[in-house]
């Protein structure tokens, strides 16, 4: 129970600081092109991730016993995937749309993010879904539209086809990153900032922009550190325990950190609608985290690296002197055992049902 309600927060975090960095983007973008300051966004999460690797190597923190790890050349096509989908051509399709879509509209179409992702984690990789975990999701999203629904702003510009094109490029990113989740997630969300940065960037000076303030530029590069960078390393990890469908579902809840941030940025009183829709997604929380997926299921041998301690899934023999439960990185094997217990789809659970 206790990994379960600390693999849901990991997820609620990161929506958390992703749902805050949206009205702190809405302050910055009447002073700062909308490319420039996607580029900062994701070249302060790469760079920030960056000096916080070095800085985990140098202290001694990153290393234990059996901390060799490395992303496997296998793994290498679906991060590159992710980083394409979800860096490159993600923002530069919502970009394009922002430009001739109303803000109200975009705002409903973002929700779609979440559908897609359990759409293609359920069809596509044939991840495991119960009634209560679809009925959730259904909760979560409807919150998500009630909280960007403004009448007679919804439309149907050109634009929008661009913003549902980013949304399914996000979708296809985090089902791709869910194949490298067992990876250091500082890395792989490192390796996504340096690469989206760069890209943004260069299509924001190559339209005409120039850099705003050196005072603006910080704060947006601490925004993307924070919203961009430390988010998705919280996204990967809850990737890595609970799988795609699941972890999409809490970040739907974006939005409504958002709202909540905007409504302290500029005061005003949460009309009835807010109220509405935070009741919904506090529902499908509920029905997620009261899930109970238990059965007899079989796990097929599987080797892999990743961060673990010694449980009834880890039980193996080192190479390298080791004493105790302490969290370890090794590449390690798992053999074949048949036993029921409650799990959900994680790295360790994506059998057939």
């Known amino acids: 129970m206790k990994f379960r309600y600390s693999a849901v927060f990991t997820a609620l975090a990161a929506a958390a600081l992703f749902g805050a960095a949206?009205?702190?983007?809405?302050?910055?973008?009447?002073?700062?092109?909308?490319?420039?300051?996607?580029?900062?966004?994701?070249?302060?999460?790469?760079?920030?991730?960056g000096v916080g690797i070095a800085w985990r190597a140098l202290s001694g923190r990153g290393r234990h016993a059996g901390s060799d790890h490395r992303i496997q050349r296998g793994e290498l096509p679906w991060l590159v995937g992710a980083i394409a989908m979800g860096g490159v051509a993600g923002p530069a399709l919502l970009m394009l749309g922002l430009s001739s879509t109303p803000a109200a509209t975009s705002s409903l179409l973002l929700n779609l993010e979440g559908v897609l992702t359990a759409v293609i984690a359920w069809v596509v990789f044939r991840e495991n879904v119960d009634l209560q975990v679809f009925l959730g999701?259904?909760?979560?999203?409807?919150g998500g539209v009630l909280l960007s629904w403004h009448p007679g702003g919804v439309g149907l510009p050109v634009g929008a086809l661009l913003i549902v094109g980013a949304c399914m490029c996000w979708a296809i990113d985090n089902n791709l990153t869910r194949k490298v989740s067992a990876n250091d997630a500082m890395v792989i969300a490192c390796l996504k900032g340096l690469a989206a940065g760069p890209v943004n960037l260069g299509i924001a000076f190559a339209a005409g922009a120039s850099l705003p303030s050196p005072g603006t530029v910080a704060a947006a590069m601490a925004t993307g550190l924070a919203g961009y960078g430390i988010s998705l390393v919280l996204f990967v990890v809850a990737l890595r325990n609970l799988g795609t469908a699941r972890t999409g579902?809490?970040?739907?809840?974006?939005p409504l950190f958002g709202v909540i941030l905007s409504l302290i940025i500029w005061p005003a009183w949460p009309d009835l609608t807010f109220s509405l829709a935070a009741g919904l997604m506090v529902v499908g929380i509920w029905l997620h985290v009261r899930e109970r997926h238990e059965h007899a299921h079989t796990h097929e041998r599987l080797e892999h690296t990743h961060r673990h301690r010694h449980d009834e899934h880890h039980q193996h023999e080192h190479d390298f002197p080791y004493v105790g439960d302490a969290p370890h990185t090794h590449a390690h094997a798992h053999l074949p055992i048949t036993h029921s217990h409650a799990h959900f789809p994680d790295i360790h659970h994506r059998h057939r049902h």
């Open 22 to 49: 949206t009205p702190l983007a809405k302050a910055m973008l009447g002073a700062v092109s909308p490319f420039m300051l996607a580029g900062l966004f994701y070249l302060g999460s790469g760079l920030g991730l």
């Open 137 to 142: 999701m259904v909760a979560i999203v409807a």
């Open 249 to 254: 579902a809490y970040f739907s809840v974006a």
